[in-house]
Structure formats: structure tokens, C-alpha cells
């Protein structure tokens, strides 16, 4: 896999929740042109990009804002069990600590961290835009 994208409204506040996340911000660019029209199929796009990098460097996460056209609709807020509802999750050292980390940037836990035995401890969080991030320590 290359990347994941994700479109948030506020890329300054989504880039601040990564990196407290724990990823790199590997860089920042805008695009626009008939080649990105041609690949999103939209007309006249204009849109920042910041690619953030795991710590591990194996994985990364584009952030974009669109400032033109105009988004028609809204990102869902639809439960977790919905199909097609994208999320991502990440391995973390602490779970409690990275959530009341993220806290402090709009996050919400979803449910209630869980512990599976001896062996995980995880939950769901919506991060930017709704996003659902999953948080998971591997206690082994």
C-alpha cells in the first residue's frame, strides 16, 4: 500500500492531531491543474496536501483540503459497524495516555477502551472530520 487519504476541512488542526499521533509530517504541497481535474473527476480543483509518515516510515497518511469546488456534502458520522466507513488504527505504547493526548484536539472516544485478555488494549476514537482512528497497545 502507498498511502491512505483522508479530506478534512482543517488541515492545520488535522496535521496537529497526527503528529501528536505520533507521525512525521513528510511534507506539504498544493495542487491544481487539468491532471488532478482528470484524477478526482472534478473541474477546477485546488487543494493543499500534507503527507504524514508512521514512525516505523512503512506508512503514510495525505491529508487535503479542497478549496475549490465547493464540497456538496459533509463527511459521515455514521456508527462503526456501517459499511464502507473507513478507519484507520495505529499501534500505541499507552493507550490512555495517546487518547487523552488527542483529547486535547477535538477527539472523542466512540466507545470505551477495551482490554482482549492479556494481549490488546483498544478503542475508537473520531479524530478530524469524524474520522474514526483506532488505537491499539499490544501488552505482550
Do not use: K
Not at 496537529?16 to 504541497?29: M, T, V
Amino acid at each position: 500500500m502507498d498511502h491512505v487519504g483522508v479530506v478534512v476541512e482543517d488541515l492545520p488542526a488535522a496535521i496537529a492531531f497526527f503528529l501528536e499521533l505520533g507521525l512525521e509530517l513528510e511534507g506539504e504541497a498544493t495542487v491544481e491543474g487539468e491532471w488532478v481535474d482528470q484524477l478526482v473527476g472534478l473541474d477546477g480543483v485546488r487543494a493543499d496536501l500534507a503527507f504524514m509518515r508512521t514512525p516505523d516510515g512503512n506508512g503514510r497518511v495525505e491529508l487535503s483540503t479542497f478549496h475549490s469546488p465547493v464540497a456538496t456534502g459533509t463527511a459521515p458520522r455514521a456508527p462503526v459497524n456501517t459499511p464502507g466507513i473507513p478507519r484507520l488504527t495505529f499501534a500505541v505504547d499507552a493507550v490512555n495516555d495517546v487518547l487523552d493526548r488527542l483529547r486535547a484536539h477535538g477527539a472523542e472516544l466512540v466507545g470505551e477502551v477495551a482490554q482482549y485478555a492479556d494481549i490488546y488494549r483498544y478503542c475508537y476514537v473520531r479524530g478530524p472530520d469524524g474520522l474514526i482512528i483506532g488505537l491499539v497497545d499490544d501488552l505482550r
